[in-house]
């Protein structure tokens, strides 16, 4: 159905409204390849780090991370390179000016390339810094005040000299200042001169107004002669009115904490009063609370459920999307066990992976949930374990439903698998009749209506390849062709692949040389002898006559890795990752020139990955590839004598 031209969509308009959205959202976007290379950086974030796009881009990532996190951002990194799900790390980013940024970095796949965001926590880790020296100083205020307060009394009976114990509260870090009866200060330290800027010369002996604002004065004068006939030796100070503040020689009034207590001494009643400057941790709790606002902002924006999950289990932080998935309020669930608020199914389906991740290792899954809707839904999940000072404190969640994602796939392979069933068999017809008139049964043809004849029955006999490669991928990843693995020796397996590939190899010019070892695996015998033919018939249709295709096999410790090295004319380098894809060649003339189906690899890679292992090629251009692939090998005791 085609609608009106309003309700056509504009995509320069949809392109212009994305750069404009992404121009003013908070943090830093990027795209990398898989070489750790921007290929793209908003503005905002090189603007943030002080640098131009262009300086940037021209640079690996990792070249401006701090060298104490480059490890952990080059295994993230690879990490990406190797799966599609979300990947979370952290890392300090060097400015232009030379300074860091703490950066928070999400990122995943698409389309062989790593799109990331970052979110700049600088301000809330210098923050945390400061509120937790802040805090330190704050626990141990109290419990200092009755031993400074016994220091005094102990002082002041010893020492007839003021200035002698001036000296001694000259060496705390604190504001320590004594007040008699009527208020006067008697003694004033270093730590008190620094922070409210009179010397002690100015102090000693006036009010103690001078150091308190206007508004305080008739307040505090009250507290103190109230604090004077109670029976409590100490306290700290605001309790009951709120937030002290304390009053510079400038006239800036500034916040503070502070405690008071009180000695008998032979000139009468005297108060001690401990003060710190607290401007800074304030600033440091409001810049934490910034943070944290914008950082629930951001997430409770996302359409992905996000959260904080601590060493026992419980949830500690969770985004707006919890909502919508578990019908409760969002923020109900802080403090509850995911046991609880999940359910026994899916929390059943879960712990073992949160497990791994509670022990610090990095997890990301698929799974199927129940939901409320439907009977399941499939969601993709990520843990990244939240390590400080060596210990794990707990984890970060990512679940992201990813239920029509497997939903177009099942109907993809249910198509491909519908039509290729059904063009098989009038292929199969067509095939065989072709095949009839080339021998001439029928009658002989002219010279030209034969040619023609061998084209049409070359052309079938390719379409019939291409069809059974399509059906043989698409059971192999559905699942229905079952692995069954036993123990396998590997030079039987490679020598059955090189004896099936010696016609070709023989009619190409071509040797085949292998090079056995007497390891055994666990391997479903018939899969990987088709996998090692795959990559000896692309070896061989690429050699020159005369050249030899090298088949070997190491013995690695847990594995033995496989190789097929030919001498041909290689792969170009933009070409190394792509060339595992379905359909993906590296010249588009090869299928009709070697007749190929660009399944081969595919096929390959789906076997390797069925048995666990891995899958990868080397190549120099003009000189030759290697591909390589390891499977998992059969432990020594249980290898047949």
Partial sequence: MVGSEQEQVNPSLIEQDLELFLAITPGLLCILDFDGCFKRIMPQAAKLLGYDVATLIAQPFVDLVHPDDRQESQDAIAQLTQQTSPVSFENRYRCANGGYRHLVWNARTHDNVIYAAATDITEQRQAEQSLRQEREFSKSLLNTVNVLNERIQTEFALLTNQQTLANIFDLAGEAIICIDQQQQIRLYNQAAENIFGYTAAEAVGQPLDLLLPETARMVHHQHVNKFSKSSVPARRMGEHRGQVHGRRKNGEIFPAEASISKSKTREGLWFTVMLQDVTERLQAEAAIRRSEEQLRTTTNALPVLIAYIDANEHYRFNNYAYEAWLGVPYKSLEGQSLEKALGPDIYNTIQPYLQQALAGQSVAFEAEFPDMDRPYHWVSVSYQ??????????????????????????????????????????????????????????????PQGQELLEIALKNTERLTRLINDVLDLERIESGRIKMIKVRCQVADLLEQAAQAMMPMAQTHGVKVEIAPTDAYIYADPDHIEQTLTNLLSNAIKFSPGGETVLLRAVEQPHQVLFKVIDHGRGIPEDKLETIFERFQQVDASDTRKHGGTGLGLAICREIVQHHEGRIWVTSIHGQGSTFCFTLPKTPIQDVPS
């Fill in 385 to 446: 374990p939240d390590i400080q000072n060596g210990k794990v404190c707990g984890c970060f969640a990512l679940t992201q439903d990813i239920s029509a994602h497997k939903a177009t796939d099942q109907l993809k392979n249910e198509f491909v698998s519908v039509v290729s069933h059904e063009l098989r068999t009038p292929l199969t017809s067509i095939h065989g009749a072709l095949k009839l008139l080339t021998t001439g049964q029928l009658g002989q043809l002219v």
